[in-house]
Nanobody, 125 residues
Framework: QLVESGGGLVQPGGSLRLSCTTP????????IGWFRQAPGKEREGVAS????????KYSDSVKGRFTTSRDNTRKVVYLQMISLNQEDTAVYYC????????????????????WGQGTQVTVSS
């Protein structure tokens, strides 16, 4: 139900911006989480943003390099990634849960109800 876009191949030190949207419903009243899964590893939460956009959280592995934001006019959520390195190579997912739900741990995947199919990010020279 969610659609991620913006992934691709980038050189180390490069940047990418991922987008998350859905054609099915209004994304504005949903908290959004960003997750990634590298080959052979468990999926991990890297960023989250509240429905109003006033609260964000980042994992230690991406803090200072990734920024999530949302444009509620355009009904899209972004994950801006800079200073990418090979450890950032993974399939990136966005996930959503309605704001009526009290989210305790915004980087934990079982807090979210709806998921996208993911977009591949590959960092390689």
């Amino acid at each position: 139900q969610l659609v991620e876009s913006g992934g691709g191949l980038v050189q180390p030190g490069g940047s990418l911006r991922l987008s998350c949207t859905t054609p099915i419903y209004d994304l504005n009243p949903y908290h959004i989480g960003w997750f990634r899964q590298a080959p052979g590893k468990e999926r991990e939460g890297v960023a989250s943003i509240s429905s109003g956009g006033d609260s964000t959280k980042y994992s230690d592995s991406v803090k200072g390099r990734f920024t999530t934001s949302r444009d509620n006019t355009r009904k899209v959520v972004y994950l801006q990634m800079i200073s990418l390195n090979q450890e950032d190579t993974a399939v990136y997912y966005c996930a959503a849960v309605h704001e009526i739900v009290v989210v305790q741990e915004p980087l934990r995947e079982d807090e979210y109800m709806y998921w996208g199919q993911g977009t591949q990010v590959t960092v390689s020279s």
